[in-house]
């Protein structure tokens, strides 16, 4: 499975983005079969998941990013969203779309292991 992010750029404080994480269409991909979680990683920091939907379709939002991000996905076109609004300089990252085949559980938990990984689309926020 391939993954393909996009969406990230260079945003003021206070604005938005919309991530995009886009399954390769060759791939035998079905996203009620996989977790899929947005993680990520700042300067200087471990990576940190923010928003996920586990293999059961439950989903999770971080508390540092609830009421501002929202993850949702589109099974028909592959693809996973994240929609950030009132972005904050702190939000500055990497950020990476991750799968896991019958992921179950919290895929916001730290030890939780993702088995593919997209390449990371950049968000820089200006104050």
């Known amino acids: 499975v391939q993954l393909v992010e996009s969406g990230g750029g260079l945003v003021q404080a206070g604005g938005s983005l919309r991530l995009s994480c886009a399954a390769s269409?060759?791939?035998?991909?079905?996203?009620?079969?996989?977790?899929i979680g947005w993680i990520r990683q700042a300067p200087g920091k471990e990576r940190e998941a923010v928003a996920c939907?586990?293999?059961?379709?439950?989903?999770f939002t971080s508390d540092s990013v609830k009421g501002r991000f929202t993850i949702s996905l589109d099974d028909r076109t592959k693809t996973v969203y994240l929609q950030m609004n009132s972005l904050q300089p702190e939000d500055t990252a990497v950020f990476y779309c991750?799968?896991?085949?019958?992921?179950?559980?919290?895929?916001?938990?730290?030890?939780?292991?993702?088995?593919?990984w997209g390449q990371g689309t950049q968000v820089a926020v200006s104050a």
């Open positions: 991750a799968g896991r085949l019958y992921g179950r559980g919290n895929c916001l938990a730290s030890k939780y292991e993702y088995d593919y």
């Open positions: 269409k060759e791939s035998r991909f079905t996203l009620g079969d996989y977790a």
């Open positions: 939907f586990n293999s059961d379709g439950y989903q």
